[in-house]
Antibody
Framework: EVQLVQSGAEVKKPGESLKISCKGS????????IGWVRQMPGKGLEWMGI????????RYSPSFQGQVTISVDNSISTAYLQWSSLKASDTAMYYC???????????WGQGTLVTVSS | DIQMTQSPSSLSASVGDRVTITCRAS??????LGWYQQKPGKAPKRLIY???SLQSGVPSRFSGSGSGTEFTLTISSLQPEDFATYYC????????FGQGTKLEIK
């Protein structure tokens, strides 16, 4: 069974750094792109970026380029989303999702809630 | 960038109604479009892929159509569990979600 399990909720202060994770299981992790999606409170879904674990090829939405870093550790089947300096506006739910054979997102993680507040 | 315009943004309907949601792409995207359902506090769930293919396990009352720039999601007979928010997603050039359609009980 394909599963994506994300790390738990985080509460951080502005200016702090953060790295959240998404662990895949039940499939060959290195062979499928993993994407990240933001959902701000009460708002819609926004695609942030995507990474191919096989070679770490990464693409970012222009809206998020330079704001976050997406990485992967193939040895533990885990993708990451990180911030070097959080802002209050980063408060949101973040989802990881697997890009399936049809090139959209077929499996999703349960989400990680990030709250940034002083 | 490809923009996706989804309409309506909200919709009130009754159990048993037929409803249609539309997404328009700013340029042609072939059939590189999926539809997702999201319930409060839950991750999105794929309903339709490649514009018109039904995801395994999804009830047949859901259907998708379209190609190029105009796409529709139709629910033929609304059930209580269908009240949720729906999103389209284009994956022809990177990814863009539609703004979402909140389907509420009338």
């Amino acid at each position: 069974e394909v599963q994506l399990v994300q790390s738990g909720a985080e509460v951080k202060k502005p200016g702090e750094s953060l790295k959240i994770s998404c662990k895949g299981s039940g499939y060959r992790f290195s062979s499928y792109w993993i994407g990240w999606v933001r959902q701000m409170p009460g708002k819609g879904l926004e695609w942030m970026g995507i990474i191919y674990p096989g070679d770490s090829d990464t693409r970012y939405s222009p809206s998020f380029q330079g704001q976050v870093t997406i990485s992967v550790d193939n040895s533990i089947s885990t993708a990451y989303l990180q911030w070097s300096s959080l802002k209050a506006s980063d408060t949101a739910m973040y989802y990881c999702a697997r890009q399936g054979g049809d090139h959209d997102f077929d499996y999703w993680g349960q989400g990680t809630l990030v709250t940034v507040s002083s | 960038d490809i923009q996706m315009t989804q309409s309506p943004s909200s919709l009130s309907a009754s159990v048993g109604d037929r409803v249609t949601i539309t997404c328009r792409a700013s340029q042609g995207i072939r059939n590189d479009l999926g539809w997702y359902q999201q319930k409060p506090g839950k991750a999105p769930k794929r309903l339709i892929y490649a514009a018109s293919s039904l995801q395994s396990g999804v009830p047949s009352r859901f259907s998708g159509s379209g190609s190029g720039t105009e796409f529709t999601l139709t629910i033929s007979s609304l059930q209580p569990e269908d009240f949720a928010t729906y999103y389209c997603l284009q994956h022809n050039s990177l990814y863009t979600f539609g703004q979402g359609t909140k389907l509420e009980i009338k």
